[in-house]
């Protein structure tokens, strides 16, 4: 989907024209080049659903998915308020397994939620296993990037995800009046000072389990293992953002109180891997690594520990 002009509401827009409580699902798509006045990729809005995320069945198949790693994209699209995703009226979007990136808007580079001053219908967003980096990434549009993602009294769930060198001018995360942030499991990493996340209204909550940021700033309400620290990704400077083998990500937490966590990665790796390199004690089998990346060395290792080792 691509190719939207600046008078359109995104390259995908779901609202009162296309009927309340309208449902689209998004399977390995690429959303890309697109320009709207707001929601530049995906615009959700009047109490619609979308869901995205990456079916790794075809990866197990004869049929490879187009892009290894990256299979779900939102990528190079450009708005005013939204530049990847747009998300309004107390709408609902569900990303799974995706990379947003390139994408430009005064707020919210890549995502912007907003619910409506006063009323019951919140705006949920749900993240799990993605990568948002390089958005802005010196673009030529007049935008001002003030945000990689922006709640205002919107909802937002972010499970296993790696937020890092945005080209943003504010905070990785902003949140506006009654916003409520939940992360878990995840990097917000910046290495230019931008702060990692702001709330712009004391009546913001925050909570966060075992989160690497580069800057603490506004994650002040509750905090469990929230660390300061260099995730050591594999090569920053080429935008490879798996975990090194010797990243302090690595075997990190337990998803306490997340019910069952995500199977795989990007990659198709099985999260929860225990990399016998890192000790467990004294925090016990704190196994699952916390990025959108399982680091995952020893595939042998992997094999016998599935009893799919020869002679099984």
């Not at 010196?138 to 995800?161: E, M, N, P, R, W």
């Not at 913001?204 to 929230?226: K, P, Q």
């Not at 999260?271 to 000790?279: I, N, Q, T």
Request: charged share 20%; with cysteine.
């Amino acid at each position: 989907m691509s190719d939207t002009g600046p008078e359109q509401p995104s390259g995908i827009a779901l609202n009162e024209a296309t009927g309340n409580d309208t449902e689209v699902r998004l399977t390995n798509a690429f959303v890309a080049d697109n320009m709207g006045f707001t929601g530049g990729g995906l615009g959700v809005a009047d109490l619609a659903e979308i869901y995205m995320s990456t079916h790794y069945i075809n990866e197990r198949t004869l049929i490879r998915y187009w892009s290894p790693g990256a299979c779900s994209q939102i990528v190079d699209n450009e708005a005013t308020l939204g530049g990847g995703v747009e998300i309004l009226t107390g709408s609902y979007a569900l990303i799974d397994e995706t990379v947003f990136q390139q994408n430009q808007a005064n707020i919210g580079t890549a995502i912007f939620a907003r619910s409506e001053s006063g009323s019951t219908d919140i705006s949920v967003l749900d993240l799990s296993g993605y990568l948002v980096t390089n958005n802005e990434a010196g673009g030529v549009g007049d935008c001002s990037d003030l945000t990689a993602i922006t709640l205002t009294g919107a909802q937002a769930f972010i499970t296993y995800t790696t937020m890092a060198d945005n080209e943003i001018e504010s905070s990785v995360i902003g949140s506006g009046a009654n916003g409520l942030l939940d992360i878990n499991l995840s990097i917000m990493h910046q290495t230019d000072g931008v702060p990692t996340y702001l709330a712009f209204n004391p009546s913001n909550l925050s909570s966060a389990n075992c989160v690497m940021v580069s800057t603490i700033n506004d994650f002040n309400e509750i905090s469990i293992g929230l660390s300061v620290d260099d995730p050591l990704f594999v090569n920053r400077s080429l935008k490879d953002f798996h975990l090194s083998d010797i990243s302090p990500a690595i075997d990190t937490c337990f998803p306490l109180g997340l019910g069952s966590p995500i199977l795989f990665d990007l990659d198709e790796e099985v999260r929860g891997w225990d990399d016998p390199d890192v000790s467990n004690f004294p925090k016990g089998p704190q196994t699952f690594d916390i990025s959108y990346d399982e680091n995952i060395r020893f595939i042998e290792d992997l094999i016998f520990l599935n009893g799919f080792e020869e002679g099984s």
